[in-house]
Nanobody, 126 residues
Framework: QAQLAESGGGLVQAGGSLSLSCSVS????????MGWFRQAPGKEREFVAA????????DYADSVKGRFTISRDNVKATVYLQMNSLKSDDTAVYHC???????????????????WGPGTQVTVSS
């Protein structure tokens, strides 16, 4: 099973940008569908974005479309989430996750992702 570790969270003003990274150790990173999820206080964990193993297909939650971009580097075994035009509603702990299943749209279910990082806090001040 893969081990995941996020970085890049922090405090930013509304309208600003942050870039998150998730490094993955373990075998066969290039065969994982990768995803980003987030969980705000008192709310359930929600899907943010996903990317196919090749990077050629992506999917986003409606709430982040046009503002967030997911990408991956299979050589570095890292997945990224570029977040622009941040809003206070984006405040949450962001987790990356790996699924040993093919990418699909609508996206894979939360339960399909079997490896999770501990998360990184993103706080957007208004």
């Amino acid at each position: 099973q893969a081990q995941l570790a996020e970085s890049g969270g922090g405090l930013v003003q509304a309208g600003g940008s942050l870039s998150l990274s998730c490094s993955v150790s373990g075998r066969a990173f290039s065969r994982y569908t990768m995803g980003w999820f987030r969980q705000a206080p008192g709310k359930e964990r929600e899907f943010v974005a996903a990317i196919s193993w090749s990077g050629g297909r992506t999917d986003y939650a409606d709430s982040v479309k046009g503002r967030f971009t997911i990408s991956r580097d299979n050589v570095k075994a890292t997945v990224y989430l570029q977040m622009n035009s941040l809003k206070s509603d984006d405040t949450a702990v962001y987790h990356c996750a790996a699924a040993g299943l093919p990418f699909r749209s609508p996206p894979l279910a939360y339960s399909d992702f079997t490896s999770w990082g501990p998360g990184t806090q993103v706080t957007v001040s208004s």
